[in-house]
């Protein structure tokens, strides 16, 4: 029972929207479609406005300025409408955040929203060169940072990290928690991966690190942008063995635990995810499950379902 897939895209992963590369060479281009445009703010904290559906509510880009401000960043187009993106201080009227927020999102508003929070995550420490420490500014309708001096082109980064879904071939899943979650959260084992490193490398070695134990044939199962802040999630199956011991060698890890399928279908069907508003907060006299699944629009999530329905 080794062999499963996603039927699916993870939520994040599913948009098809215009990405208009060429419109970011053409800066009359863009300043002529700026007045019929919509812009997504966003603020520090990542929270951005919504419309009581919970929807991206896009503020009309004539109300902002009447022409791109220069820290704002083109995301694409919608139709006949040019969208943009740009960080406030403050935001007037309902928000929410990406991690609770995504699941009412259509596929293109939450690829819209992860696009938006990777691109000004990057923007936010990349305002100096990594080459000579000189200032840099937005260009390219904010897809690249100019060198001011240099001329230099410093282009957005993105980092890949492996998510793996350690299984015993059979009816079992390992999963792991940090020492400073919620009792009863549990993931998949994560980790970036390290230069001069296959991306199958980093997931024997990040499994290793984290709970020791040497996983098996790891197989790609699909990929997931994660804009806290700014990371690609690689999602990977392996197989472990549960009579092996476990060791938390690194230090990142409090807790880990092979649950059987039937447990983790429970906590499917209870919908008792980390995102839910009382998740970590019930009072002391009710019983504490004794697992809870990341939330809905996280590529682990999906391949633990995946796993379960195989």
Known sequence: MTDFSLDLPPLLARAVFDRADEVRDDPARMAAGWAGAGVLLIDADGRYPVTEAGGLHWLPAARLADSPPGDAVFLGRDGSRDLWTRRVDHIDGPTDDARRGAVRLSADEAGMLATALGILNWHQTARYSPVDGSATVPARGG??????????????????????????????????????????????????????????????????????????????????????????MLGFAAIGDPREPLNYLDGEIGDAQWFHRDEVREAIARGDDWVRPDAGTEPSTEPRPRLR??????????????????
């Open 143 to 232: 897809w690249v940072r100019r060198g001011v001096d240099s001329g230099r082109d410093e282009f957005p980064r993105t980092d890949p990290a492996i998510i793996t879904v350690v299984h015993d071939g059979a009816d079992q899943i390992l999963l792991g928690r940090q020492s400073v979650w919620p009792d009863g959260w549990y993931s998949t084992l994560a980790g970036f991966v390290e230069p001069g490193e296959s991306l199958e490398q980093c997931v024997i070695r990040e499994v290793h690190e984290e709970v020791g134990i040497t996983v098996t044939a790891p197989r790609y199962l699909g990929s997931q942008p994660w804009p806290f802040p700014r990371s690609l």
């Open 293 to 310: 699944l990341p939330g809905s629009i996280s590529i682990a999530r999906a391949m633990i379902e995946a796993w379960v329905a195989t």
